[in-house]
């Protein structure tokens, strides 16, 4: 990925759907990801502890900044149109620098914007991206076993169940079994 995400290094990729703007997430868009990061509900399914302060999420956007100018990932914020925040965000890292052609999905939504596709609808764009722009082969999600709404949202965008990842994630001080999807260049096609 990071030879691929170096042409994009001047000119950030702007994805666009029906109902969603994918962009640079950018400083002012603090306060919004303070609002998801922030949410212990939103959080339950992250290894993560919920943000305390707002400089947290400015800390977490110059990450999110710092990844893509190395190469090792890309995140955009999720902007509903017709917004005038994001709702989230969603993106691809790097898991394995000795493995290029694999990208591991995240993403988050405000829980106000739940229920609504837009995650869906994220995936549907940013997937394709990946597989054809970033010369990803591979691209996986791991999601924990009570998160059943996000298991749906990657079945929906055609990722396949590879199996369980028993004992797989520690955070919140314990360990977690996790469920891991895929979607490889040949299912796109």
């Not at 988050?108 to 764009?125: M, N, P, S, V």
Request: hydrophobic share 40%; aromatic share 12%; glycine share 8%.
């Amino acid at each position: 990925m990071k030879t691929q995400l170096e042409k994009y290094r001047d000119d950030f990729p702007v994805l666009r759907s029906e109902r969603l703007l994918l962009r640079r997430p950018v400083t002012a868009d603090a306060p919004a990801f303070f609002k998801a990061f922030s949410d212990e509900e939103v959080m339950r399914h992250f290894n993560r502890d919920a943000m305390q302060q707002l400089e947290e999420a400015e800390k977490l956007l110059t990450l999110f900044e710092t990844v893509f100018q190395r190469g090792d990932g890309i995140r955009w914020a999720i902007v509903p149109l017709g917004a005038h925040e994001p709702a989230g965000s969603i993106g691809f890292h790097t898991p394995d620098p000795k493995h290029p052609f694999q990208g591991e999905i995240g993403y988050e939504l405000q829980r106000a914007f739940w229920g609504k596709g837009y995650a869906t609808e994220a995936i549907g764009l940013i997937a394709p991206f990946g597989l054809h722009e970033l010369g990803l082969e591979r691209i996986q999600a791991r999601t924990m076993t009570n998160n059943p709404a996000s298991a749906r949202t990657l079945e929906k965008n055609g990722f396949r169940f590879e199996g369980l990842l028993r004992k797989h994630g520690w955070w919140k001080n314990q360990l977690h079994d996790l469920n891991c999807y895929s979607l490889i260049k040949n299912d796109l096609a």
